[in-house]
């Protein structure tokens, strides 16, 4: 089983609806995070939430919203779509130990894939 | 700010060829490197990292990759291609001391001709 999982895999919606994109690891990681990816750019930083009481705002927050209802499970939902946010939508997970840095790696789910017309 | 360029967008070899795929960065302290490869409709995957140490990392997958910090440059290469490593690679950031708020590059694609 993937230790970092995504639902839905793909959505189409239409603009003004309101989407949930949700995640769930396995991992057992403090740290979520949800990335999206267009073609060219990369991919840039949503939100991040370093434990289940701590939420903060990435580089391109503006139009969305997320929710950590447990440690295991980070929730990114658009409130109204609007056609450019269509993308690829990637969750990801990462542990920091404090003894052992080079442990603090991201690991990726297999991304959403949200069509807003 | 921390950046990341990948100059190429997209490279063309052929399989059995070495490869060589450019990194630059912009960090004022020690950065946290890395490099994800994404296959057509999947996740990212982690190729290797470079926190401290050895300046020649070793990844999975045959890859490796060297820090210079002289050059601010943190390339991945390998030296025989399979058809398989077709993909998307992506180059990383984080500040120093963690990996969490990465900034990715822009991406190089791969094609292999076999």
Redesign the interface.
Known sequence: DADVTQTPRNRITKTGKRIMLECSQTKGHDRMYWYRQDPGLGLRLIYYSFDVKDINKGEISDGYSVSRQAQAKFSLSLESAIPNQTALYFCATSDLMRQDSSTDTQYFGPGTRLTVL | AQSVTQPD?HITVSEGASLELRCNYSYGATP?L?W?VQSPG?????LL?Y??GDTLVQGIKGFEAEFKRSQSSFNLRKPSVHWSDAAEY?C?V?RS??????T????TRLQVTL
């Open positions: 967008i946290y890395f994800y999947q996740g990212l995957q982690l990292k926190f401290s992506f990383a984080g001391g963690t990996a969490s708020k990465l990715f590059g822009t991406g």
